[in-house]
Structures are given as C-alpha cells and as structure tokens.
C-alpha cells in the first residue's frame, strides 16, 4: 500500500485502493482560497457497512470504487475543514471524539487516536490550538460529525473540545437529535451536543446564514431534514464542503445516495440543484469520508458530475 494521493481522479482513471494504515495518511493538507487559507483534517478512520453506504447500489458496482473487508465494512476519513480568515478561525465538523466505548469502537472500526483525539493534533499540525478555534460549524450532529464536539478528560468529565467557539448548527437539525426516533436515535448521541448547548455555546439557525464574512451555511437536506453544507469564498474562489450530501467522490452519481439518508428522494433533488452550480462556478468540493480523495473540482465539459484533477 501507499500513502492516500493529494490528487483528485482524472475522468475514467479507476481509483486506488484506499490506505487503510492510518500512519500513512497526513494530518492535514493545506491550500490558498483566494485570501483564505483552508486546511483539510484528517481525524481518524471509521469503517461501516458498505451496503448501507451506498444504498440501492449493488455491490459488484460499489466495491469496485471502496473494497470491504472480510465483514463488509468499508474505511472512510472523517474529513474537518479549518479555515484560517482575517476574522475568525472557522472549524466545520469534528470528528467523533474519544467518548465512546471499546464496543462502540470496535463495531464501527474506529482509529482517532491522539491528544485528545487526532482532530486536536491536525489542527495543531495546522499551527493552531484547540483553544483558538472561535467557531464550530457542525454540518449535522450524526456521532460521527459532531462527536468531537466535547470530549472527556483523565477524570472522566465531559468537556468543550471548543471552549472559546461559538457551535453554528440548524435549530431543526437540533430538534430532530433530540426526537428519540427508533430510525434515528443509535446516531445521535446526546453527549456530544447537550454539553454545548448547556454551557449556552450553540447558536440555532433557520436556513442559509453567514457565520462570518465569506463562509455561509447552506441548507442541503436529505441525509437529515436539518443537514448543512458550508460554502467558503474568497476573491473569487469557493470551496463547498459537502458533509453527507456527497459522502465520498464515489457518491458523486446523482443515484448514488446513502441507505444512511433519511430523505432519500430529497437528498437526489438537492444534489441536482447544486452540484450542476458547483461545476459550473469552478467550486473545489470537499469529501468528508472519501478514504482517498480530499477535495476535487468537476468537470465542467461533462453532464455529470465528474471529477477533474485538483492542482495542488
């Protein structure tokens, strides 16, 4: 095996395999957007069912993109973006923290160890502390996205992994964590958000809203009725993180939806509505959970969305 490529595919190129040795993967990669500076953070691997990933998709189709392994389970990133601007230092998700148990860890194949976690040691690969973040942006509050949220210490008390940030999320997207849903409850997680609202950090929004100055929430909902993808723009240049819109670059076909979505039909509609825009403005589209590919751009010749290589 080698280390995950920093480049996207090129159109028809059959991905790799992806790395499944989290020591060969980086912390972080880093690039310009416009007078930005984003940061890609890799916070540890998980490892889920492949077919639940990919839905409807068969798997002779599936497993060609991200290979399981001997119970069906496939490696994905959980991907955090951190976005140095000249008026905050913005993180968007966070991984899912050192809180659950060895159980819960092994089911889920999970690898963050660090200090606390492996998001902390990115963003400090990145040059920052923990502590400088001054806001949260939380994508949606599935344990995986929003688990590092808090985190517990050598007492054993939970605390803010954030504790200067204000947490931007949906005020829906809070309320349907809270619901208690026999669909939906095992994904959240109430330790990982009560704690924030508690301490009065969260601040609740109602549709598309800028947080700061070049960096805006947009309601993508599907996965979750409250979902939000982050769009960052600078002098001309945009990024669009896509949380669980598009989970990895193999999920760019319009069809190719989580069995995960709640909303699946709406998920599809607002993957029609957005990505057509994302290719044709030029957005760099940042993968959450591809285990190989971080960011791409598409193709702007091709009807459907494609990837294009990514010029470092």
Not at 29 to 53: K, N, P, V, Y
Not at 128 to 138: G, L
Request: proline content about 10%; overall charge negative; hydrophobic content about 40%.
């Amino acid at each position: 095996m080698s280390p995950a490529p920093d480049r996207a595919l090129t159109p028809g190129q059959e991905p790799p395999k992806p790395s499944v040795e989290l020591s060969w993967w980086p912390l972080r990669r880093s690039r310009r957007l416009g007078a930005f500076t984003i940061h890609t953070l890799e916070a540890g691997i998980q490892r889920l069912d492949g077919g639940a990933m990919f839905g409807v998709v068969p798997k002779p189709l599936w497993e060609q993109r991200i290979p399981a392994d001997e119970r069906n389970r496939i490696p994905l990133a959980m991907r955090c973006l951190l976005v140095e601007t000249s008026d905050a230092l913005v993180l968007i998700d966070t991984g899912i923290g050192n809180k659950e148990d060895a159980k819960f860890r092994e089911i889920y194949g999970l690898e963050n160890a660090g200090t606390p976690t492996r998001l902390e040691d990115a963003i400090r690969d990145a040059g920052f502390e923990p502590d400088r973040i001054d806001i949260v942006v939380d994508s949606h509050l599935h344990f995986d996205h929003a688990g590092g949220n808090c985190f517990v210490d050598d007492e054993r008390q939970i605390r803010l992994s954030f504790p200067r940030a204000r947490y931007f999320v949906q005020q829906r997207e809070f309320e349907l964590a809270h619901s208690r849903n026999e669909r939906i409850r095992a994904s959240y997680l109430t330790h990982n958000f009560d704690p924030v609202h508690d301490a009065g950090r969260f601040t609740f929004l109602d549709g598309a809203s800028e947080v700061v100055p070049g960096i805006r929430v947009l309601p993508t909902p599907g996965h979750t009725p409250g979902h939000q993808s982050v769009l960052v723009s600078s002098e001309g240049e945009t990024a669009l993180f896509l949380a669980d819109l598009v989970p990895t670059s193999a999920h760019l076909p319009y069809p190719w939806i989580m069995g995960y979505d709640l909303e699946p039909l709406v998920t599809l509609e607002t993957r029609k509505a957005l990505l057509p825009r994302a290719r044709d403005e030029g957005w760099l589209l940042v993968f959450v959970h591809d285990p190989v590919v971080p960011w791409g751009v598409l193709d702007p010749r091709e009807p459907r969305p494609t990837l294009t290589p990514e010029a470092e």
